[in-house]
């Protein structure tokens, strides 16, 4: 199947920092990509869609100003957290539209900030 | 109320067992479903796609039902290894994908 890579896997950042991390389809061109978050034991969540060269559309509730997302090629999408605080710690996830029906997540970043 | 819901569970079944997961979506222009496995702490990955018709995959077969809105998830002699979180996932006809909060199954000797 197709690949999404996510990076970086794991990171730790102090309170007040931002963090970026990267989603890239490695096999295909993606104009579409989702951003996820995920607590323990509960589901995914989607944060916001990503579409290559516009504006990403943000799901109610998901501050657009503290979660930045870039997708500037049809390779690449980032999602900066902007001020991280503890509270901000979880898994993100990424997964891109592969052939316009069906996604690929790439394999998540844990988020600790302390 | 949820545009995709799937039942809570957990659902925890012996080995061997069959175990069936629904899932009803509220948005009756949704043109593509799917099943997601997720293990614990890790990505989630595509299962199958559910076809009109009704397909199967080995020990899985799934079934859509557009008329009531509501897919299904049959999982046959149930393995160890089928203990994970499965997510039912929609598609709008505008690359929207919407998930359910997963069934959690856990399989036990």
């Known amino acids: 199947g197709a690949v999404v890579s996510q990076h970086p896997s794991r990171v730790i950042c102090k309170s007040g920092t931002s963090v970026k991390i990267e989603c890239r389809s490695l096999?295909?061109?993606?104009?579409?990509m989702f951003w996820y978050r995920q607590f323990p034991k509960q589901s995914l969540m989607l944060m916001a869609t990503?579409?290559?060269?516009?504006?990403?559309?943000?799901e109610q509730g998901v501050e657009k100003d503290k979660f930045l997302i870039n997708h500037a090629s049809l390779t690449l999408s980032t999602l900066t957290v902007t001020s991280a605080h503890p509270e901000d710690s979880s898994f993100y996830i990424c997964?891109?539209?592969?052939?316009?029906?069906?996604?690929?997540f790439g394999e998540g970043s844990w988020l600790t900030v302390v | 109320r949820k545009e995709v819901e799937q039942d809570p569970g957990p659902f925890n079944v012996p080995e061997g067992a069959t175990v069936a997961f629904n899932c009803t979506y509220s948005?009756?222009?949704?043109?593509?479903f799917f099943w997601y496995r997720q293990d614990c702490r890790k990505e989630p990955k595509l299962l199958m796609s559910?076809?009109?018709s009704g397909n199967e995959d080995g020990r899985f077969t799934a079934q859509l039902n557009r008329a009531s809105q509501y897919i299904s998830l049959l999982i046959r002699d149930s393995k160890l290894s089928d203990s994970a979180t499965y997510l039912c996932v929609v598609k709008r006809n505008n690359n929207d994908m919407r998930f359910g909060a997963g069934t959690r199954l856990t399989v036990k000797p």
């Open positions: 990503s579409n290559e060269g516009s504006k990403a559309t943000y």
């Open positions: 997964s891109a539209l592969y052939t316009g029906n069906t996604i690929y």
């Open positions: 096999d295909f061109q993606a104009t579409t």
């Open positions: 948005n009756s222009a949704s043109q593509s």
């Open positions: 559910v076809y009109s």
